[in-house]
């Protein structure tokens, strides 16, 4: 399970990082990966309307961290996090650039139909903080969350916000914090932080197990934390994979090949499926090891790549079934 933090005020030492850094630790004891993005550190540059995502299904801007970073990291995240203090009764502008820049994601939802492999089982939460005591104060922001959550296909589940924080210090010095804090992860991590931990193996993670990923989170999301990596990873994905998936309407942009060594120490499996990469795959103790044997369709023609496609969809609906 990976968490992802947006902190979206400036202040690094502030309250919105305190009330983040609460819930990212919190989620950590129940296994969970995380990873802050302080946004006003990112390069991450306006959205341009240039309605260029919603014809190519990519934006413009190439060349910042929106593009190099946070797209894919918000596609791997099982949960996102946005937190941000209260300017001008809305988000700061840092995140507020990071949250117009998900048009790229709408579009590729919306007007390409495609399905984010993770989009069955995302949650969204949003952490907030404001000086006065208003009670519409949050209501503002809580619209234009909802409204992200839509964009970057996470079930919006809920938030935490607290009045008449200002200095600093004001929100640690807040009793019911912690524990209100403790108490949304539990509920809302404890299902997610339960399923079977499944890593798909192969040499170049570009092909088959990227195929294999995707099929088991979008179909058994529910019951496999599924990821996977590769012995020698590409630089990138492979295209006509991506597109004999999205013949099945699932969407294989922003994913990136890792190494297994990377995966494992993230994430400890309970299964790993080898396709392949045979005696070279490290071996995790306690780890159910299975091999499917399946042929490495990269430089064939497409045909054998939709094969493979299909191949590997029978197969990870075995896998869902045996660990249900
Ligand atoms: C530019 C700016 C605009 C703000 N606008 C509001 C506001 O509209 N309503 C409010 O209650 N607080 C407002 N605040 C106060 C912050 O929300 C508050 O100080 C918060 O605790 C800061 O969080 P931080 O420590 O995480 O930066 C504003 C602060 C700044 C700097």
New binding site residues.
């Given amino acids: 399970m990976f968490v992802l933090g947006l902190q ?4 690094k ?7 983040l850094s609460i819930f990212l630790n919190e989620a950590e004891t129940l296994g969970a990966r995380t990873r802050t993005i302080h946004v006003a550190d990112c390069n991450i540059q306006m959205c341009r309307g240039c309605m260029s995502c919603e014809k190519k299904g990519l934006c413009v801007i190439t060349d910042d961290e929106m593009t190099s970073d946070i797209y894919s990291l918000i596609r791997d995240a099982d949960v996102v996090v946005a ?8 988000a ?1 502008a840092q995140l507020k650039a990071l949250i117009d820049r998900s048009q790229t994601l709408w579009s590729r939802k919306y007007r390409f139909k495609l399905a984010d492999p993770k989009s069955k089982n995302r949650l969204g939460v949003l952490l907030s ?6 009670e519409n ?1 949050f209501a503002g922001l809580e619209l234009t969350m909802k409204y992200f959550c839509d964009a970057i296909d996470a079930d919006y589940s809920g938030n935490l916000t607290y ?1 008449q ?4 210090e ?2 640690a010095n807040s009793p019911l914090v912690f524990t209100e804090t403790r108490d949304m992860v539990n509920r809302l991590l404890t299902p997610l932080s339960s399923r079977k931990k499944v890593l798909f193996a192969c040499r170049e993670n570009a092909c088959r197990s990227q195929m294999a990923a995707a099929f088991a989170q979008y179909l058994g999301g529910d019951k496999i934390d599924a990821f996977s990596g590769g012995t020698s990873p590409a630089n990138s994905v492979n295209s006509v994979m991506a597109g004999t998936m999205q013949e099945k309407g699932i969407d294989m942009a922003f994913r990136k090949p890792r190494t297994l060594e990377t995966v494992i120490s993230n994430t400890k499996p309970d299964i790993i499926v080898t396709m392949g990469c045979g005696e070279q795959c490290p071996f995790v103790p306690g780890a159910e090891k299975i091999d499917w044997d399946i042929p490495d369709p990269a430089g064939k023609p497409e045909d054998f790549m939709r094969h493979v496609r299909d191949e590997i969809d029978q197969k990870v609906k075995e896998l869902i079934r045996k660990v249900s």
Avoid: C, M, Q, W
Avoid at 13 to 19: A, D, E, I, R
Avoid at 83 to 90: L, W
């Fill in positions: 979206g005020s400036p202040r030492k502030g309250n919105t990082n305190h009330l937190a941000t203090p209260i300017y001008f009764y809305s700061t903080v404001g000086a006065t005591k208003g104060l009045r924080i200002e200095k600093k004001d929100l």
